[in-house]
Nanobody, 117 residues
Framework: QVHLVESGGGLVQAGGSLKLSCAASGSFFSNYDMAWYRQAPGKQRELVADIERGGTTNIADSVKGRFTISRDNAKNMVYLQMNSLKPEDTAVYFC???????????WGQGTQVTVSS
């Protein structure tokens, strides 16, 4: 069982930066692939970035060059550094843990990011 808690969301002006954090409790954090998703009002949840157990990252084209995902296995943390924010980045951002071999997936409760123009 993994419990995920996101933090770091808020209101920021376009061009600004935010760093989201996701704290994971439970065992064997390093065995999980971690990801950030987002969901804007009226839209489907979409993948923003993911980071595999070994550290390989994948960034969505819409945020490539602006967002960076990282993890600290010693602290059971995953981060999303968001720079050059745009109004279209406004969404609820969710942390996701995926244990591919076990087929188990966990979600956090989400944190709101609002970018004003």
């Amino acid at each position: 069982q993994v419990h995920l808690v996101e933090s770091g969301g808020g209101l920021v002006q376009a061009g600004g930066s935010l760093k989201l954090s996701c704290a994971a409790s439970g065992s064997f954090f390093s065995n999980y692939d971690m990801a950030w998703y987002r969901q804007a009002p009226g839209k489907q949840r979409e993948l923003v970035a993911d980071i595999e157990r070994g550290g390989t990252t994948n960034i969505a084209d819409s945020v490539k060059g602006r967002f960076t995902i990282s993890r600290d296995n010693a602290k059971n943390m995953v981060y999303l550094q968001m720079n050059s924010l745009k109004p279209e980045d406004t969404a609820v951002y969710f942390c996701n843990a995926n244990h591919r071999r076990q087929g188990t997936i966990y979600w956090g409760q989400g944190t709101q990011v609002t970018v004003s123009s």
